[in-house]
C-alpha cells in the first residue's frame, strides 16, 4: 500500500555521505509506489563548527525528489514552525536521520510538534548514538531525541547495544547498511586510472572519505612504511578532505620517507569522480581506531572490491575474515601484514568472488523491510 513519508535529515544542497543516503533511500521508497519529501537544513552547523572547506555539493541536484531546506540547527523558533509545518502533512512514516548529539536539540523539537497518531509513526535512524568525538552533554542532547521516537533502525550491532541506555520501551531493528550503489557503473580499471593520471602499472591500495583522528589513516601511513609492505612497490591513494589537522598526517610521511609511494588527493570527492577511486584500487583499506558501520564499506562492495577493516565497531560484521577481505587488530603492524598477504598470495581474484557474494545481504530492500516492520 502507498505511504506518504517524510524523510528529516541532510540532503542536497548539502554534500556528504548522509545527504547520499538519504536521497537514496527517497528513490528507493518512491520506486515502491510512496510519496516522499525531504526536510533538509537551511544551517546544518555554523562554520565555527564545521572543519571543512564547505558543508554544499557543487554536483547536479538531484531529479525526481521532493526537498525543502528549511531547518536552521540552531534556531529554537525555526524548530518549532518546521515541526508544525510536517505536521500539517499527516505523513504515514516519518524517517529521521541521527549522527551527532548537537542535532538533538532541533530534531527532538520538531518531533515534538507533531501529534501523535493512530496513522504517523516515527523512525530513529541511528547512524551514531554515542559519537566517536565526545563531548560533555552529549547524553543529555542524545536523550532529548530519543525520547521524542517510536522506534529505532541501526546499522551495526555496536549500536544497537548502545542504545539500550537511552531507550525505554521503544524498539530497536538491526539491519546492515545497503550498498552505496549511486556512484555509476564499475569502470575498467585501467580506464579508472587513467582519469586519475595513475601508473596503470602499479598497484593500489585506496584510503578514501573525510580524513578525522578517529579513521586512523596514521597507522595506514606507518603500515605503508613496513619492510613487508614497501618491498610490494604498492602506492597509496589517500582520496578525501581533511578534517583533521593536516601537519599531522603530510609530517609523518615526510619523517617515514613515503612521498614516493603515497598519492594525496585530499580535496572533497565529488559522486561522479568516487567511481574513479574504487575502480582504480585494488584494495579498500578503513583502518579505523573507533567505528559503528561505515558507508565506505559499501561503496566498497558496490563496486567489488575487497577490503581491510580493522576490529572495531560495526565493520567485523560486514567483512569476512579471508574470504572477501580481512579484519585485524587497530595496529599498525596488523594492517601491513594484510596488505602484504593480499598482494603476495594474490588474493584479489578469490576475495572479489567473495565480495560479490556477500553483497547481495545489503539491499535497500531488506533495509526498508527493517522499518516498515517498526
Given at each position: 500500500?502507498?505511504?506518504?513519508?517524510?524523510?528529516?535529515?541532510?540532503?542536497?544542497?548539502?554534500?556528504?555521505?548522509?545527504?547520499?543516503?538519504n536521497?537514496?533511500?527517497?528513490?528507493?521508497?518512491?520506486?515502491k509506489?510512496?510519496?516522499?519529501?525531504?526536510?533538509?537544513?537551511?544551517?546544518?552547523?555554523?562554520?565555527?563548527?564545521?572543519?571543512?572547506?564547505?558543508?554544499?555539493?557543487?554536483?547536479?541536484?538531484?531529479?525526481?525528489?521532493?526537498?525543502?531546506?528549511?531547518?536552521?540547527?540552531?534556531?529554537?523558533?525555526?524548530?518549532?514552525?518546521?515541526?508544525?509545518?510536517?505536521?500539517?502533512?499527516?505523513?504515514?512514516?516519518?524517517?529521521?536521520?541521527?549522527?551527532?548529539?548537537?542535532?538533538?536539540?532541533?530534531?527532538?523539537?520538531?518531533?515534538?510538534?507533531?501529534?501523535?497518531?493512530?496513522?504517523?509513526?516515527?523512525?530513529?535512524?541511528?547512524?551514531n548514538?554515542?559519537?566517536?568525538?565526545?563531548?560533555?552533554?552529549?547524553?543529555?542532547l542524545?536523550?532529548?531525541f530519543?525520547?521524542?521516537?517510536?522506534?529505532?533502525?541501526?546499522?551495526?550491532?555496536?549500536?544497537?547495544?548502545?542504545?539500550?541506555?537511552?531507550?525505554?520501551?521503544?524498539?530497536?531493528?538491526?539491519v546492515?547498511?545497503?550498498?552505496?550503489?549511486?556512484y555509476?557503473?564499475?569502470?575498467?580499471?585501467?580506464?579508472?586510472?587513467?582519469?586519475?593520471?595513475?601508473?596503470?602499472?602499479?598497484?593500489?591500495?585506496?584510503?578514501?572519505?573525510?580524513?578525522?583522528?578517529?579513521?586512523?589513516?596514521?597507522?595506514?601511513?606507518?603500515?605503508?612504511?613496513?619492510?613487508?609492505?614497501?618491498?610490494?612497490?604498492?602506492?597509496?591513494?589517500?582520496?578525501?578532505?581533511?578534517?583533521?589537522?593536516?601537519?599531522?598526517?603530510?609530517?609523518?610521511?615526510?619523517?617515514?620517507?613515503?612521498?614516493?609511494?603515497?598519492?594525496?588527493?585530499?580535496?572533497?570527492?565529488?559522486?561522479?569522480?568516487?567511481?574513479?577511486?574504487?575502480?582504480?584500487?585494488?584494495?579498500?583499506?578503513?583502518?579505523?581506531?573507533?567505528?559503528t558501520?561505515?558507508?565506505?564499506?559499501?561503496?566498497?562492495?558496490?563496486?567489488?572490491?575487497?577490503?581491510?577493516?580493522?576490529?572495531?565497531?560495526?565493520?567485523?560484521?560486514?567483512?569476512?575474515?579471508?574470504?572477501?577481505?580481512?579484519?585485524?587488530?587497530?595496529?599498525a603492524?596488523?594492517?601491513?601484514?594484510?596488505?602484504?598477504?593480499?598482494?603476495?598470495?594474490?588474493?584479489?581474484?578469490?576475495?572479489?568472488?567473495?565480495?560479490?557474494?556477500?553483497?547481495?545481504?545489503?539491499?535497500?530492500?531488506?533495509?526498508?523491510?527493517?522499518?516498515?516492520?517498526?
Amino acid at each position: 500500500m502507498s505511504q506518504k513519508i517524510c524523510i528529516i535529515g541532510p540532503a542536497y544542497p548539502l554534500r556528504g555521505g548522509l545527504a547520499s543516503f538519504n536521497e537514496r533511500l527517497a528513490y528507493a521508497y518512491q520506486a515502491k509506489g510512496n510519496k516522499v519529501k525531504l526536510y533538509t537544513f537551511s544551517l546544518q552547523y555554523p562554520s565555527i563548527f564545521f572543519p571543512g572547506k564547505t558543508q554544499f555539493s557543487e554536483d547536479p541536484a538531484p531529479k525526481d525528489l521532493n526537498i525543502e531546506v528549511c531547518i536552521n540547527s540552531v534556531n529554537p523558533l525555526n524548530w518549532i514552525s518546521v515541526g508544525r509545518k510536517i505536521n500539517k502533512e499527516n505523513f504515514d512514516l516519518i524517517i529521521v536521520r541521527f549522527w551527532i548529539p548537537f542535532m538533538g536539540p532541533s530534531l527532538g523539537t520538531i518531533l515534538r510538534q507533531i501529534n501523535r497518531n493512530s496513522k504517523t509513526k516515527i523512525v530513529g535512524l541511528i547512524d551514531n548514538i554515542i559519537p566517536h568525538e565526545k563531548r560533555i552533554g552529549d547524553t543529555v542532547l542524545a536523550q532529548y531525541f530519543v525520547n521524542a521516537v517510536d522506534g529505532f533502525v541501526v546499522m551495526s550491532r555496536a549500536v544497537a547495544q548502545e542504545m539500550q541506555q537511552f531507550i525505554k520501551q521503544q524498539k530497536v531493528n538491526y539491519v546492515p547498511h545497503p550498498i552505496y550503489d549511486i556512484y555509476g557503473d564499475i569502470l575498467p580499471q585501467d580506464q579508472a586510472k587513467e582519469k586519475l593520471q595513475l601508473n596503470k602499472a602499479e598497484r593500489h591500495i585506496l584510503f578514501f572519505g573525510f580524513i578525522r583522528a578517529y579513521k586512523g589513516l596514521d597507522l595506514l601511513i606507518k603500515a605503508m612504511s613496513h619492510e613487508r609492505v614497501k618491498a610490494l612497490g604498492v602506492k597509496l591513494i589517500v582520496a578525501g578532505e581533511y578534517y583533521d589537522q593536516q601537519e599531522k598526517y603530510e609530517s609523518l610521511i615526510q619523517k617515514l620517507d613515503l612521498a614516493d609511494k603515497i598519492i594525496l588527493h585530499t580535496q572533497f570527492i565529488s559522486n561522479e569522480e568516487v567511481g574513479n577511486y574504487f575502480s582504480a584500487t585494488d584494495l579498500v583499506v578503513q583502518p579505523y581506531k573507533t567505528a559503528t558501520q561505515s558507508g565506505i564499506s559499501q561503496i566498497a562492495y558496490h563496486f567489488e572490491k575487497p577490503m581491510v577493516v580493522t576490529n572495531v565497531g560495526g565493520l567485523p560484521e560486514i567483512v569476512d575474515h579471508n574470504k572477501n577481505g580481512y579484519v585485524v587488530p587497530v595496529q599498525a603492524e596488523d594492517i601491513a601484514k594484510a596488505i602484504a598477504d593480499f598482494f603476495k598470495l594474490n588474493k584479489s581474484s578469490e576475495f572479489t568472488k567473495g565480495v560479490k557474494e556477500k553483497k547481495k545481504e545489503f539491499s535497500w530492500s531488506n533495509f526498508m523491510n527493517a522499518i516498515d516492520k517498526l
